[in-house]
């Protein structure tokens, strides 16, 4: 098969891209995400035709927030758009005529490092993604492990701390209210507002109170030394390192690829997190180590990985 | 092929079984697990020659406590005997005249279980076994799940409680502190002492003491409703559902299977584990949700797993 | 000194009474809470004046939700209203023309059951009121005790899970997100939403949903037997009396007081509250036990408390 | 009153010691702490001869590990020594024949320091001994509290970690378990053990194992930046900052003392408790906040400490 079509559906835009067999963006386009569920089909097909126009495209892998069933045809509940039992597949498959796989969006950008990013060489890897929220995709034996029922890798919400912080799924202690960029702006809001004194730099680059900081705050104040933020990223690291252990004695892949918009900080914050696994890895000396591996595919993965995905059918 | 031997090796005895392809134990012997690493081999050796000398055997499997390595040749670190870097595979073949496979004993007793006992007609189970301990075993798509460098599965020593009990591999609040056989001890213990009030058949079925409460003791109380005997229970339960909830998070299996001397309290044990893991599902109302079933071969599941894993090959 | 107004300002009334020296209340007046914090003065003012018409009152004694300086004089931050460094000694007395004392109104209850309810016959108490959060009080030697800056007792606030709930004062893990009335319905809705067969009772109460279960449905499904309800409050017990042991540890009174509209269910909620204390209280067979008594004075002990502090000047 | 006796009994010695109205010691002897509960007797009462053969004494004041009940005269439990219920007073009396005091080890200390060291010039004082435990005592207006049954300030039991580390106490996730002299050894030694190579200074002080290292070769490499060393201080001072928080918010004190050998480094572990308890210290932007101090009398406050409450009565 030649060209496909990736879609990544996030909560504030939809993009589709032509993707060629190595992993190459050819053309995309971006719409804002509709608030109906009915208005993304829509868009999703407008968009699908967009980037089509120039291009002989063959299928469609289209990946999304939320529970895909095992046949990767109907979204069993989302968390941002009103999905319950969507026949996502068939309706686009109407719209554009050409085949259609849906996918989690994770998994997709899972499959999308294991491919053309990070994970290549390599034949089984576990990657997280250190989004808002925490992401997550396995490939085992060079196949993307989706679980019996199509909900399998759902790391964000294995509980860390029992009786811990309120999770938007309902349950308490969820890993990804500790490992997430969420997680990291909450960290330096925290120290900030109790430790002032140790947070000038990180406090001078917002409006100087410690509940406006955002990310990118924490970044740069982080690379200028701020107390604070460097704190926040090792508390960040403390939680992520200690979950890629657990995940090490469960999997046991040969890389862990962590992508997200919070390792696009790349080292700052993906030595920490190594220096954390190794801190809590099960049996460390007595077992080879996964590598820790920074993705390399960016926002792009999930596009790229939902187009291959449908290219293998 | 056709008759393989399995062989298991416990803290306290080895036992080796000539087991045909339905599963069916043929013949078997046991030994004293002898106190040094070579002096098991011995056994091993011997034990071997025992139950093939009236049956034309094709190959051993053995199944071991421990690390093994991705060749399943070597025991990369066991825990209760001497082994570091151990060439078992090597050693037994020479002494045996037969092809060799070692597996880690909770994969074996998985796989056994998948093959012959509870995990028939499902393509992707989890095992945890809840004995002195608490360990592990994966199957996906029909397929053991070893991981890379053949140390998967090692579900006992996850992290559930950050700082918690301290544990024989060196971490802290590793699972198998909160759901195995000792932890059930453990959980009787210190009500009884607490609260002797409570638990006046569990301190009537022992010496009186609560630190002399035996696993036993608490089986049989808990069934004539003694208060602390029950609450133990529920406290397992309450860890073991719990772990296996996040364990659907990450593999999201058809079927759990629960096994481990534990289990043979049936549905005491397995219906309190049943509501624990309900309770804390993530999503549950938008996913289908994998049945938790008692395992059916008891002690022998190890065994019978190695077996048929050497006539694999 | 023989009368004495006591008022309690709470986050939606204004209660003021007249109290004699027997604790008894001769006659109240309630108004709204107004939403500036100057017109909780003026409410204040007019309470007092109406109350007093026939009374020969001869002082004032003001409970109120925050933190109160050393001289009783002045509240240094309120959780409900936007007084910060509020002079309400000062601003009142100009008002009313009576001396004013003002106290935290946890500690005002305290004193209340202390002097005229569950804690006569003791000199030394610790009492804790679960209320929507936890407030406490504290009596050494037939004193209260307000600490050196007047912020001591604020029970609520010690960390029990660390990492756990985020809390309104902005640390995480505080007791009153484990031991307090909205804590017990934050668990029934939980419950009740994972195992909905099991809240069969408690959801007809309501409108069958999990989200709009009421504290007064959790008591009433309790006594019928509900077992999602039951599990809620042995869960709130639980927690509240894991603390009280620790309490315990630290003040070593002879006995506790457990207020606060949770503690109006008795014996429901006393006695797991009781069993849970035993359980966790350490060296508990070789030290003398503290008892676990329930309030007698009910929403009226703050006001009643406050009173009496002002009496005693 | 004039001078009186100290006595401290440890582990493994008993130490005696007259000191006059300044806290001043004029001469001391040490022996043995022999290894039955009629020997030790035996022992406090030689040593109190030895020591008052030259000086006339008017009374004795024992400090004990351990329960000691509300008349100050009976042992109720020891953890180190087999008292249960030992009249220890009446015993030591017939064989002095002086009047004695006994008192809780660390409630001594914190009335040595109240006294003569760190906490003169406050009123409301709040004391930790990191020792090999965590002991604490209470001073509140100017007077030790003890509690109704003599068993206040039990700080180093109060449950921090919820299914926490077991205790010698049989209680788990004990405060002592997180900030002690023994808590501070096996943080160095898990993080020596996991990652060697940030802990070149630390194992080249002992025997190259992290299993050997002791409390002595953490001060010295954290001194020399040594990462695991100064990283197992900083774990430490999480902990003990963090309890003080929650102290702050029950006693509200104007100081903490923190004594005991691991304050004998000063700033090295002063320095990062004041930041843990700045961090963790509820609504402190609104409250005055009590200092933190370091423990001024070593390890003869327990000693001088009991003569001073032996002279007071």
Chains 1, 2, 3, 4 share one sequence.
């Not at 950008?109 to 491919?115: D, M, Q, T």
């Not at 790391?155 to 309902?170: E, K, Q, W, Y």
């Not at 924490?218 to 690291?237: H, N, T």
């Not at 890895?281 to 591996?293: K, M, N």
């Amino acid at each position: 098969m030649g060209l496909t079509i990736g879609v990544d559906i996030g909560g504030t835009k939809i993009a589709a891209g032509v993707v060629d067999e190595e992993g190459t963006i050819l053309e995309t386009c971006k719409v804002a995400t509709p608030p109906t569920a009915e208005g993304v089909v829509d868009a999703i097909g407008g968009a699908v035709r967009t980037v089509s126009a120039q291009h002989p495209v063959e299928a469609v892998g289209i990946g999304a927030a939320g529970y895909v069933d095992d046949k990767r045809a109907t979204v069993l509940f989302a968390p941002n758009i009103a999905w319950r039992h969507e026949a996502l597949k068939d309706k686009v498959e109407q719209r554009v005529g050409l085949p259609v796989v849906v996918e989690n969006d994770a998994n997709a950008a899972a499959w999308g490092e294991y491919r053309f990013g990070a994970g290549q060489g390599h034949d089984d890897v576990v990657c997280i993604t250190l989004g808002t929220g925490l992401g997550g995709g396995i490939v085992i034996g060079g196949k993307l492990h989706r679980g019996r029922f199509g909900v399998a890798a759902e790391f964000g919400h294995i509980r860390v701390v029992p009786d811990g912080l309120l999770c938007g799924c309902g349950s308490q202690g969820c890993w990804e209210q500790y490992a997430s960029g969420r997680a990291l702006v909450r960290y330096a809001q925290q120290r900030a507002a109790a430790t002032p004194e140790n947070a000038e730099v990180l406090l001078g680059l917002g409006d100087g109170t410690a509940e406006n900081i955002e990310g990118r705050h924490i970044s740069q104040a982080a690379r200028a030394g701020d107390p604070v933020a460097v704190d926040a990223f090792r508390e960040l690291a403390r939680w992520a390192g200690a979950g890629l252990a657990d995940l090490a004695s469960l999997f046991d892949p040969s890389a862990f690829i962590v992508g997200g918009g919070v390792s696009d900080e790349g080292d700052l914050v993906l030595d920490p997190i190594r220096k954390s696994f190794r801190r809590w890895l099960v049996g460390g000396q007595w077992r080879p180590h996964a590598q820790v591996l920074a993705a390399q595919l960016g926002g792009e993965a999930g596009l790229v990985g939902a187009a291959d995905l449908a290219r293998q059918g």
